[in-house]
């Protein structure tokens, strides 16, 4: 529906590509975020190289990113249509009873309990305007700051961090440097030859007798279009 308030959710799944959903493993926040941030972190190597005394810093990888987020649970009466409906997380508190408890055993089901196939916490994907993030829940801290005379909390935030994740498939795309010590396969397109690909992925074409080995290539001039080459990793020589 147009200009209604689309919600916080975070979806649970089981196994690492994202497709088995965790039985009643969907969350909806009541309150959205007032923000979050996102880390993203660049590591470096340093290599010195020989008859030097300087060493020389090279770019090594881009680890997932980070997210920070803080969840707000309230059950004081305060937030419009909270304390009377359970909207989308299945219970209806009219009575307050249980004050905010339940929400956050809710929460934790989802994000923080271990998956008892797997022995290991949910994959998430939290989904929220622009925000598409998939990862695990890393490190989580619940804040209490409201209670009924009796003790029971009515309201609670909850900091959680967040580390992302990306498919096998995803990273290697996303980390291809072309470097020789990689295995690459790679498509043909029409007009590719066998010392062009080689020249691409390892920076020089003699190297084609190798890859050509390695795919059992008897007539490496007639390349199909569509055909897929596997190059394998190699230790560079010095020139011819």
């Known amino acids: 529906m147009s200009g209604e308030l689309a919600k916080l959710k975070i979806t649970a799944y089981s196994d690492e590509k994202f497709k088995s959903k965790v039985g009643d493993g969907e969350f909806k ?46 059950r004081s009466g305060v937030v419009p249509d909270y304390s009377s409906s359970g909207s989308d997380n299945t219970k209806t508190f009219k009575d307050e009873g249980s004050g905010i408890i339940d929400d956050i055993e809710k929460f934790k089901k989802i994000v923080f309990d271990y998956n008892g196939d797997q022995h290991k916490p949910n994959y998430l994907i939290i989904f929220w305007g622009a925000l598409l993030f998939k990862g695990c829940l890393v490190e989580m801290d619940i804040t209490f700051k409201l209670f009924k005379p009796d003790g029971t909390p009515l309201r609670a935030s909850i900091k959680a961090k967040f580390k992302g994740f990306v498919e096998d498939n995803l990273r290697v795309a996303m980390e291809n440097r072309s470097s020789p010590d990689l295995t690459h396969v790679r498509t043909v397109l029409e007009g590719d030859t066998l010392p062009l690909m080689a020249f691409r992925i390892y920076g020089d074409p003699k190297y084609y007798l190798q890859v050509a080995k390695a795919n059992k290539i008897i007539n490496f001039r007639r390349l199909k279009a569509g055909q897929q080459i596997y190059f394998p990793p190699i230790q560079k020589t010095g020139n011819n």
Do not use: C, R, W
């Open 29 to 74: 926040v009541h309150l959205n975020p007032d923000s979050y941030s996102l880390k993203y972190k660049i590591e470096q190597t340093k290599e010195q190289a020989q008859g030097t005394s300087s060493s020389e810093i090279k770019f090594n990888k881009i680890p997932p990113k980070d997210l920070d987020l803080e969840f707000v649970f309230d």
